[in-house]
């Protein structure tokens, strides 16, 4: 499997294979011999590169973890191959017709949109009060209002389509 890690603002493809106890990490035309221990509390770990000694502290952060080796520390971002996959999926914006559903049921307090309108990913459509909580729904895409199938002071049922775009 290949691992992608992001690191002063560069990017590094690796891979790795376990050997003779040890593991071996590739990155396009190199390789290292790699020989990893945990010590202490399981934050500090011994790392063998090459035969080369390396004392590490490393810290959960914000989307990966912050390595700290000779006094230098590094803020890492590692993902997988399938996690590279399932972001990308993620980061793409519906298009196309597409409904906006109700999470949860509630009372539509506000409509914010109409038929015709052109709106931006993450715009406001509807407000609907859920157990005392306004909570907006918004469109998941930028498009245009096909048709608004609700008005203030209706009840909806979770699932239920409040807006359809295009």
Same mark, same amino acid.
């Not at 990017?11 to 290292?32: M, N, Q």
């Not at 793409?92 to 559903?101: E, F, L, N, Q, V």
């Not at 015709?116 to 609907?128: I, S």
């Given at each position: 499997?290949?691992? $992608? *890690? ?5 990017? $590094?493809? $690796? ?9 071996? &990490?590739?990155?396009? #035309? ?13 934050? *500090? $770990? ?21 390595? @700290? ?16 996959? &399932?972001?990308?999926? *993620?980061?793409?914006? %519906? ?5 906006? =559903? *109700? %999470? ?19 715009? =406001? ?8 909580? @306004?909570?907006?729904?918004? &469109?998941?895409?930028?498009?245009? /209002? ?5 008005? %203030?002071?209706?009840? /909806?049922?979770?699932? %239920?389509?409040?807006? #359809?775009? #295009?």
């Amino acid at each position: 499997m290949k691992y $992608f *890690a992001r690191v002063l603002g560069r990017e $590094f493809e $690796f891979s790795f294979e376990p050997r003779d106890g040890r593991l071996v &990490a590739r990155s396009g #035309e190199r390789t290292w011999t790699l020989d990893l221990s945990p010590t202490g509390d399981g934050t *500090a $770990f011994s790392l063998l590169v090459d035969g080369k000694s390396h004392d590490l502290l490393v810290e959960p952060a914000d989307g990966g973890v912050v390595v @700290q080796t000779r006094g230098e520390r590094l803020a890492v971002a590692v993902e997988d191959e399938r996690e590279r996959a &399932a972001h990308a999926v *993620a980061k793409r914006k %519906a298009s196309g017709r597409r409904t906006i =559903t *109700a %999470a949860m049921p509630g009372i539509v307090v506000e409509v914010r949109a109409a038929a015709g309108d052109e709106v931006e990913d993450g715009e =406001t459509l509807v407000v609907v009060e859920a157990m005392k909580m @306004q909570n907006p729904v918004a &469109a998941d895409g930028k498009g245009k /209002v096909r048709a608004v199938y609700v008005k %203030a002071g209706d009840p /909806v049922a979770s699932g %239920a389509v409040l807006v #359809e775009l #295009e």
